[in-house]
């Protein structure tokens, strides 16, 4: 699926701002359908709040019952369209919805257009005929979302009915969930409406190889609306020179002496990306009709060996963290502000990759990350998939279909490098096997030039699914979920997992999560737990076994986590998970210090790198 930019051809309309909104409080959650409030404007069924887009709906307000609200919620929002997208019979009008978290029903003046499944993917319905049907130049949205998660969506989630009622009011119900975060809904991610013309480049499909100094680019190019059309492609460099050129809706483009896309500190120029420009053209009764669209392409290679992670054939060394879409307020939703914060932040620490834990982040992340130079780890929202019933068929095939939508979005993408179907899921438990096996095979069927992992803290010689995959991530919080303050038993500890896990597999490891808890600002040395100290020490325990490992089949390490986040209430929560070695406000503890000394020490030892740090010698995104 193409991200909507604009083009000679094609024109965007954001829908970003304050939406009419409405939660469902019925007991069934079901008087909106009933009493079908998407038939009219939202404000003719009952009272509206103003809502804003992209945002969770959850932290904007100060009402505690809307905070921790199951069910439907109702968004509307009217849209004035130009004339030319109402009268031109060439022009497709395309309602796009970049994430709705978790089920989605939309509906255009009234009329039912799309429906999703999945808290983390776009879709989109072509609304032409119904824009185009009347003499409106404006369209009522209306999309209804329920944050409901049971046991075969993903992430799954369980409904607990309380039914004692001296202990429960009557229909008491609260959602349970298997994942440490928190249930953010809403529209996450921006609503658009783009055009296209009726005839229109649907897809387009790159993927890159070196022979010697030249860079191949094929691509494959699918059109929508008729069979007759010409395609040219053309490739820019990133002065704008045409450097290949092609015809044809597949081929392959040879760049000789071709720059490649390196990851951020692994090359002095990192992240060089070229442009493909597609352009089609078809001849109708009525004259021609041209489509154009732009694609960013990096010529890269990935291979994985038995205990290297090769990047353009060099290996690559991880040293990143684990992100969440989080922060205050706007729960997860998409921000520019806090985005590039959060990318100068990436910079500075000199992280070179992050793993989207624990679902696919939104499409403007990927598309800085290809511009930057940092690796992803794309993960699923298979978090949380706890329960035997969550592996029978209706999972696995949504779980299949997940992996179809999210390899069909970031598929393009140069710094994606691996997918990741899962986090720690119970790989040992009977069905896992045939589940993994088969996600798996199914994804590497989609996407051949990329290793498949899922992440895992089952034992090396339990699970059931790491047969399967490219290279084992492991999660481990030795000295934190167990030997509770006893630091002095990390170093062992964490020899003998990578031991063990590389005598059984022979295959590379990543250290996919570590770390501790700290309060920002709470001290105490000797360190105890919860303090900055204590965070820093887990840490400094973890680099030593990683120094020796790293030196024979660890390939990476990915800190747990990049910001403290939003998590369920629990005992163990003190206002969310505080492992972030920034604060949620970004701000950083000592541990940000800690580790970036390490990152930039880990690029220099490897050779890559100017020795300075940004922002002297680094040169500023903005300028890239
Ligand atoms: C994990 C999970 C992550 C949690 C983290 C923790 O293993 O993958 O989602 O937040 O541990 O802090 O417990």
Redesign the pocket.
Do not use: A, C, I
């Given at each position: 699926m193409l991200y909507p930019r604009e083009s000679a051809s094609r024109e965007r309309k954001d829908l970003d701002g304050l939406w009419k909104f409405r939660a469902d409080f019925s007991e069934n959650r079901l008087r909106g359908f009933e009493q079908q409030w998407y038939r009219s404007p939202l404000r003719e069924s009952g009272p509206t709040l103003d809502m804003p887009v992209p945002s969770s709906f959850n932290d904007v307000g100060q009402d505690r019952q809307l905070r921790g609200f199951v069910g439907w919620v109702w968004y509307e929002r009217e849209a004035t369209l130009p004339q030319r997208w109402t009268q031109d019979p060439n022009t497709r009008v395309v309602l796009r919805i970049g994430s709705a978290h978790y089920y989605a029903i939309v509906w255009v003046n009234g009329v039912h257009v799309a429906e999703h499944e999945g808290g983390h993917l776009p879709f989109e319905a072509d609304i032409s005929k119904l824009v185009q049907s009347g003499p409106l130049s404006f369209c009522r949205i209306t999309i209804a979302v329920n944050n409901t998660l049971g046991p075969h969506t993903l992430p799954p989630g369980t409904i607990l009915y309380r039914t004692d009622t001296s202990m429960y009011p009557n229909r008491y119900f609260v959602q349970n969930t298997n994942?440490?975060?928190y249930n953010y809904a809403g529209l996450h991610r921006p609503v658009i409406l783009y055009t296209t013309p009726t005839t229109y480049i649907d897809d387009i499909n790159v993927t890159t190889s070196m022979d010697q100094n030249t860079g191949l680019v094929h691509y494959q190019i699918s059109i929508q609306g008729s069979e007759h059309f010409q395609l040219e492609v053309y490739l820019h460099d990133e002065e704008g020179n045409i450097v290949a050129r092609g015809t044809g809706s597949r081929g392959q483009l040879q760049v000789p002496n071709a720059h490649l896309w390196w990851p951020y500190l692994m090359h002095e120029h990192p992240a060089y990306l070229y442009s493909l420009e597609v352009r089609l053209t078809v001849q109708t009764a009525a004259g021609s009709m041209s489509d154009f669209y732009t694609l960013p392409v990096g010529i890269r290679t990935v291979a994985v060996t038995k205990n290297q992670f090769l990047i353009n054939g060099k290996p690559f060394y991880f040293h990143g963290v684990?992100k969440h879409e989080d922060s205050d307020i706007r729960g997860r939703g998409f921000d520019w502000p806090l985005l590039m914060k959060d990318f100068n932040l990436l910079l500075w620490l000199g992280a070179n990759a992050f793993r989207t834990?624990?679902y696919p982040y939104a499409e403007e992340v990927m598309e800085l990350c290809d511009q930057y130079g940092i690796v992803v780890i794309d993960e699923s929202p298979g978090?949380g998939i706890k329960l035997n019933q969550s592996y029978n068929n209706q999972s696995l095939q949504h779980h299949l279909e997940v992996m179809e939508e999210l390899v069909r979005r970031d598929k393009n993408h140069p710094a994606v490098v691996m997918w990741s179907v899962a986090?720690?899921p119970t790989s040992f438990l009977e069905p896992a096997g045939y589940y993994f096996k088969t996600l798996i095979a199914h994804t590497k069927a989609l996407d051949p030039s990329r290793p498949v992992t899922f992440?895992t803290?089952s034992q090396y010689d339990t699970d059931l699914g790491a047969p399967y995959v490219d290279v084992i991530c492991v999660?481990?919080?030795l000295s934190?979920?167990h030997d509770y303050g006893h630091l002095e038993v990390i170093q062992l500890q964490l020899a003998t997992q990578f031991e063990n896990w590389y005598r059984t597999y022979q295959k590379p490891i990543i250290q996919?999560?570590y770390?501790a808890?700290a309060v920002t600002g709470l001290h105490h040395d000797p360190p105890l737990m919860f303090s900055e100290e204590y965070q820093k020490s887990v840490l400094e325990q973890y680099h030593l076994v990683l120094d020796q490992k790293r030196k024979e089949y660890v390939i990476g390490e990915l800190i747990?986590?990049f910001a403290d986040?939003m998590?369920d209430q629990t005992p163990?929560r003190v206002i969310g998970?505080k492992?972030g070695i920034f604060t949620r406000q970004r701000q950083p503890k000592g541990a940000a210090f800690l580790l970036r000394e390490r990152y930039w020490k880990l690029a220099n030892e490897t050779g890559y790198l100017p020795p300075e740090k940004p922002p002297y010698l680094v040169k500023s995104p903005l300028t890239w």
């Open positions: 994942f440490d975060f684990n834990s624990h978090v986090n720690e992440v803290n999660n481990s919080y934190w979920y996919s999560e770390g808890d747990w986590n986040f998590t163990q998970n492992k």
